[in-house]
């Protein structure tokens, strides 16, 4: 079956604008988690969701971030107000359930401001 | 902050030879897994092993844990060319997330 889609594969905007990146986890998973990548490090652990509800938010760096989904499906997150270093690839993953071993990854979205 | 701290950050070889990166975390863990990314995009899981196992082989990997020195290596036998890659490890502490440590670059020359 599909793996875990995100769209758009790139997204370049100027600072200040919003910006909605778009992940589609595989079906059936309830996990899903948002991760953010900088050039040259590590993930960090934005958001999951278990179902539709975040349990926890903690990892988001500030207010201009807020995430959602909807139909224990699609997942939005969206960047209010971009600074420079909001850019990064921004990662999606879903598993079947919270605890489950593996988090199968979608391909990222590249997000550059200028 | 990570968690996991891997080294080196970057490893080049010759193909055929051996790799071996290795991964420290400061917290207690139910599991640690590692992943592996190309060209900085999707992630992809290669292994995991549990707070209780010491030692683990799949193919040409072969992962070690030492929960007493909180630390982990990934072992890549007889490497080739396609392994060229970023490998993280991931530390599972028994909540809903996984803590990713920086990384190791390595680079298998032809």
């Known amino acids: 079956g599909a793996g875990v889609s995100q769209s758009p594969s790139n997204k370049v905007t100027e600072k200040g604008k919003d910006v909605e990146l778009r992940c589609d986890p595989i079906?059936?998973?309830?996990?899903l988690y948002w991760y953010r990548q900088r050039l040259g490090q590590g993930l960090e652990f934005l958001i999951y969701?278990?179902?539709?509800?975040?349990?926890?938010k903690s990892g988001l760096p500030s207010d201009r971030f807020s995430a959602e989904r909807t139909g224990e499906s699609v997942s939005t997150l969206t960047i209010q107000r971009t600074q420079q270093e909001d850019s990064a690839v921004y990662l999606c993953?879903?598993?079947?359930?919270?605890?489950?071993?593996?988090?199968?990854f979608g391909p990222g979205t590249r997000l550059t401001v200028l | 902050s990570q968690q996991g701290e891997e080294d080196p950050q970057a490893l080049s070889i010759q193909e055929g030879e051996n790799a071996t990166m290795n991964c420290s975390y400061k917290?207690?863990?139910?599991?640690l897994q590692w992943y592996r990314q190309n060209s900085g995009r999707g992630l992809v899981h290669l292994i995991l092993?549990?707070?209780?196992?010491r030692e683990k082989h799949s193919g040409r990997l072969r992962v070690t844990l030492d929960t007493s020195k909180k630390s982990s290596s990934l072992l890549i036998t007889a490497s080739r060319a396609a392994d060229t890659a970023s490998y993280f490890c991931?530390?599972?502490?028994?909540?809903?997330?996984?803590?990713f440590g920086e990384g190791t670059q390595l680079t298998v020359n032809p």
């Open positions: 917290t207690s863990i139910n599991n």
């Open positions: 991931a530390t599972d502490e028994g909540g809903s997330r996984l803590t």
């Open positions: 092993i549990r707070s209780n196992e």
């Open positions: 079906s059936g998973h309830t996990a």
């Open positions: 993953a879903s598993s079947p359930h919270v605890n489950a071993d593996t988090q199968y």
């Open positions: 969701f278990q179902g539709n509800s975040a349990p926890d």
